[in-house]
């Protein structure tokens, strides 16, 4: 195990790169905010990480994992999310998607509906993280050098718009009802349960709808009875 690299960068993934230390070439799985600080660094220019290692356990066999940061503040406030029972390093790392010093704020402010929004921490994570640690990371949210990263939509939204598209609903209307249906609910997860509200949702308007026409109804009928 180590805490630090310095290297050539050789390969740029998804989640990981690969550095090159005497050509010995190591994988180092980077979070999705310290990916975008990277991304104006070419391959075969140096790099230096701050690392943290775990040992990862599959089955009957164990491999160190290796985790990268720009530098070490940024590491200690992994290891700080690391310290709530039900955050793994795999899931801390999908849930750096965003700025770190934005996530901060969200711990400090107690915001459970943004960080139930980040990848990987439901309703419960949420709950666990600012009880954990609101009011502790309050210097977390003095880093700096993040570039805006931009919203995209989860995969599961995708999907369920293209299923209400081969439904035959038009595309803006399928981005309407998707839309309504994450704002009534913050804690979908998968395309099944997106679709779920939006059925409800759906059938709730039109249950709303017959009970607004009925209600006009009986009041025409009350005013055509003779006094």
Same mark, same amino acid.
């Given at each position: 195990?180590?805490?630090?690299?310095?290297?050539?960068? /050789?390969?740029?993934?998804?989640?990981?790169?690969?550095?090159?230390?005497?050509?010995?070439?190591?994988?180092?799985? &980077?979070?999705?905010?310290?990916?975008?600080?990277?991304?104006?660094?070419?391959?075969?220019?140096?790099?230096?990480?701050?690392?943290?290692?775990?040992?990862?356990?599959?089955?009957?066999?164990?491999?160190?994992?290796?985790?990268?940061?720009?530098?070490?503040?940024? /590491?200690?406030?992994f290891e700080a999310?690391?310290?709530v029972s039900s955050?793994?390093?795999? +899931?801390?790392?999908?849930?750096?998607?965003?700025?770190?010093?934005?996530?901060?704020?969200?711990?400090?402010?107690?915001?459970?509906?943004?960080?139930?929004? &980040?990848?990987?921490?439901?309703?419960?994570?949420?709950?666990?993280?600012?009880?954990?640690?609101?009011?502790?990371?309050?210097?977390?949210?003095?880093?700096?050098?993040?570039?805006?990263?931009?919203?995209?939509?989860?995969?599961?939204?995708?999907?369920?718009?293209?299923?209400?598209?081969?439904?035959?609903?038009?595309?803006?209307?399928?981005?309407?009802?998707?839309?309504?249906?994450?704002?009534?609910?913050?804690?979908?997860?998968?395309?099944?349960?997106?679709? +779920?509200?939006?059925?409800?949702?759906?059938?709730?308007?039109?249950?709303?709808?017959?009970?607004?026409?009925?209600?006009?109804? /009986?009041?025409?009928?009350? /005013?055509?009875?003779?006094?």
């Amino acid at each position: 195990m180590f805490s630090r690299i310095e290297g050539i960068l /050789r390969e740029r993934g998804e989640d990981a790169v690969l550095v090159d230390v005497g050509g010995i070439a190591y994988e180092i799985m &980077l979070p999705g905010c310290v990916m975008d600080k990277l991304a104006d660094v070419d391959l075969g220019k140096p790099v230096r990480l701050e690392i943290y290692s775990y040992l990862q356990i599959d089955g009957n066999r164990g491999t160190a994992a290796y985790i990268g940061f720009t530098n070490g503040v940024e /590491r200690e406030f992994f290891e700080a999310l690391l310290t709530v029972s039900s955050v793994g390093p795999k +899931t801390a790392v999908r849930a750096f998607a965003r700025p770190m010093a934005e996530i901060a704020r969200y711990i400090d402010d107690g915001d459970r509906n943004a960080l139930r929004r &980040l990848p990987g921490i439901g309703d419960q994570k949420a709950k666990d993280i600012i009880a954990k640690l609101q009011g502790k990371v309050a210097r977390f949210g003095l880093i700096q050098g993040e570039p805006a990263r931009k919203e995209s939509a989860p995969d599961f939204v995708a999907e369920a718009i293209e299923v209400l598209l081969q439904l035959q609903y038009r595309r803006a209307e399928a981005d309407r009802m998707v839309k309504e249906a994450l704002s009534n609910n913050g804690a979908i997860s998968s395309a099944e349960d997106l679709l +779920t509200e939006v059925y409800r949702k759906t059938r709730g308007d039109v249950a709303s709808e017959r009970s607004s026409g009925g209600d006009a109804e /009986r009041e025409r009928s009350s /005013r055509k009875k003779p006094a």
